[in-house]
């Protein structure tokens, strides 16, 4: 097709167009209202968008306090919770039967080891030892007579063997009397504090039978386990704290003293025991309490004040100020700023330190060990940013923030206060 044609036939084409669309005028009335209503449409959103820029500048930012994100030497702790056991207790219990003739002690009193505690009818016992001693002392005599008629050559030597043989029994005899004896008395195997008093004098009493309780309280210890993962780094002697509710602002320290040599297969935990000392008195056993065992020291620790943290169902986060380039404040709000701190502080508004002015954001973090109003952050912040410390429950993520001195303030209220004493 030669270009006059082509030309020829595109005319047409348009003329077919224009005939199709004059007998359709309501096509041409649909393509201009389309277009008069996509230009009103992108009209709108960019006044939308101005407006909300305008009224974002007209915002008057939040007041919050802030600090940076610090970087320190960290204990790297493992916690768990348990229960203190006594580092030592026992049932006391009677070993004879009879009737109780006296008691020593009274419930919860203090005892040294050794003391004697019980003491149940033992007349017979000491009427036996007696007869164990003069048997004993007889074959001796025996014993000894016959060793010198045999050195003499005056008695056989069968005779001395024979000697010797009742000797050793009486011995045995009597071993045995002064074993019998000894178990009427219940004395007390360690130093420790003794129970409830359950029995009374006159009382009769079986072998067995539940005399006290002995409870070595003055060191206490705990079990708690460990995940596997922490395995290299467990060592006897390490550090162990522990918190309760009982005493809420004191801390006590203690040792490992024992790591199980196997991991439990169906936990994959490590069995750790750790001893504290107690000789004030202050714990008791059954005592719940919060343990932190320090494994080793991070030098390289990212940490934050604990109230920077805000916990929701997702877990902890923090909120960090950061400058937003595309943010700018309007003059009659940062007037109006500036005239107040001017007028609280007695300073003229040029010599007040520049606004800083912020936008946050919500960002969900992973704590490790917290320690002295501090909480080690392992995942999620860099060092140096800066987390809103105070002032959080009226944020929401993007909002802008003015970041304001806590050294400032504090020094502006303690001086009001002692203007208002003047």
Avoid: H
């Amino acid at each position: 097709m030669s270009e006059i044609e082509k030309s020829n036939f595109s005319k047409a084409k348009l003329q077919e167009y224009k005939r199709q669309i004059g007998n359709r005028p309501w096509l041409l009335r649909s393509i201009i209202a389309i277009v008069i209503l996509a230009v009103l449409w992108y009209g709108y959103l960019w006044y939308m968008q101005r407006r909300a820029e305008v009224e974002q500048s007209l915002v008057r930012p939040v007041p919050v306090m802030a600090t940076a994100v610090e970087q320190r030497t960290m204990p790297i702790l493992v916690q768990a919770f348990g229960d203190l056991r006594a580092f030592a207790s026992a049932k006391l219990s009677a070993e004879s039967s009879g009737n109780i003739v006296n008691i020593s002690f009274e419930g919860g009193q203090k005892v040294t080891a050794g003391t004697v505690l019980v003491t149940i009818d033992n007349e017979t016992e000491k009427a036996n030892l007696q007869k164990a001693q003069a048997d004993k002392a007889l074959k001796q005599l025996e014993y000894d007579r016959n060793v010198n008629l045999v050195k003499r050559g005056a008695q056989a030597q069968q005779v001395l063997d024979v000697a010797k043989a009742e000797l050793e029994a009486s011995q045995a005899n009597l071993l045995a009397a002064q074993d019998a004896l000894n178990k009427t008395f219940i004395v007390a195997p360690f130093d420790g504090r003794l129970g409830a008093r359950i029995v009374s004098i006159g009382q009769y009493v079986s072998p067995g039978q539940a005399i006290v309780d002995i409870v070595d309280a003055e060191r206490l210890k705990i079990q708690f386990s460990v995940p596997e993962k922490y395995l290299s780094q467990l060592a006897v002697g390490q550090e162990a704290d522990i918190t309760t509710s009982a005493y809420p602002d004191r801390m006590f320290a203690g040792k490992v003293d024992y790591v199980a040599p196997s991991i439990d297969p169906v936990t994959r935990t490590i069995s750790v025991e750790a001893v504290f000392d107690n000789k004030e008195g202050l714990l008791s056993p059954g005592l719940s309490v919060q343990v932190s065992q320090v494994l080793a020291q991070n030098n390289q620790a990212l940490v934050v004040p604990e109230e920077a943290l805000v916990y929701s169902l997702e877990g902890a986060s923090v909120f960090i100020a950061e400058d937003d380039a595309e943010f700018v404040l309007d003059e009659r709000v940062r007037e109006g700023i500036l005239e107040q701190q001017s007028a609280q502080r007695n300073v003229p508004i040029d010599e007040l330190p520049p606004l800083q002015i912020k936008k946050v954001k919500r960002i969900n973090v992973q704590t490790g060990t917290f320690a002295n109003g501090v909480a080690q952050i392992s995942e999620g912040l860099k060092a140096n940013e800066m987390v809103v410390t105070q002032g959080q429950q009226k944020l929401r993520d993007g909002a802008i923030v003015m970041i304001v001195d806590p050294a400032k303030r504090m020094a502006e209220a303690a001086a009001a206060a002692e203007a208002a004493k003047k």
